[in-house]
């Protein structure tokens, strides 16, 4: 017997393989990912039993697995918030060529790279001085349902009032800022934590509610260490560690948040 291999094969194979990579790398490290395993051995198990014609253990499980679909979109609910997310930041807002720019074109700001300064500038000067900081930088969605629990400012961006802000002794300093466009739209804001349980040891709440509003959102976050004073963004559920001022530039420009 000749099995015959069509282009739409491969195509249907590759994006099979793209769509598994891209969950496994959102759910690695969590603790959806033993469920995952787990759901993937029970299929696995299931298409055996119904190969070798097993027709009692077949439907018993066919039926769960039936059912199993709205349990997975329930049980996996922050994962699929996350795939969502990562995708639609991804393919439909950051690109050169993206949907909503061709439809849309957006011109660039000239007083972004200005904003992009005053947050390297506040961000430079804490770090030198190990006042520990949080800064959500707003991309397409809005931050407006993060303000609960925190305090409205809607004040003009600057690295002096930011460094006030987070100065240790303000009513202010604990949570995070939410920087919403060309504002500081609020101050003292909780965010979501990660669930991911493979972060190394030296990770605090400031670095683990950056990596988790960074998966409940396309925000950028901008953390600065109380104990050794690095700098690091996380975006899309990932982190990177102790930036450069320059580095941090970098990314703030290259995003084109403003």
């Not at 249907?12 to 787990?38: E, N, P």
């Not at 396309?218 to 004073?229: F, Y």
Request: hydrophobic share 50%.
């Amino acid at each position: 017997m000749i099995v015959k291999i069509t282009a739409l094969d491969i195509i249907d194979i590759g994006l099979v393989a793209v769509i598994m990579f891209q969950l496994y790398r959102l759910i690695k490290g969590t603790s959806a990912f033993s469920i995952f395993i787990a759901v993937f051995f029970i299929y696995l198990f299931w298409l055996i039993v119904k190969a070798l014609n097993m027709q009692l253990v077949s439907s018993m499980l066919g039926q769960v697995i039936g059912v199993g679909v709205i349990a997975l979109i329930i049980v996996f609910q922050q994962e699929v918030r996350r795939f969502l997310l990562v995708m639609g930041n991804r393919y439909l807002t950051n690109s050169k060529f993206s949907i909503t720019r061709l439809f849309f074109p957006v011109k660039d700001d000239p007083g972004g790279p200005i904003i992009a300064e005053e947050i390297v500038r506040a961000a430079e000067s804490m770090a030198s001085k190990k006042i520990g900081c949080l800064m959500v930088i707003g991309r397409q969605s809005r931050l407006d349902m993060f303000t609960e629990g925190g305090e409205l400012l809607k004040a003009r961006i600057s690295a002096e009032l930011l460094e006030t802000i987070f100065f240790k002794n303000t009513p202010l300093h604990d949570g995070a800022v939410l920087i919403d466009n060309d504002i500081i739209l609020a101050a003292r804001c909780p965010l979501p934590v990660t669930d991911q349980y493979t972060l190394p040891p030296r990770f605090g709440m400031r670095h683990r509610a950056a990596i988790g509003m960074s998966e409940n959102s396309d925000a950028l976050v901008v953390v600065v260490s109380e104990e050794t004073g690095h700098i690091s963004v996380a975006d899309g559920g990932e982190i990177r560690e102790n930036l450069t001022p320059n580095e941090l530039r970098n990314i703030l420009l290259m995003e084109k948040i403003w």
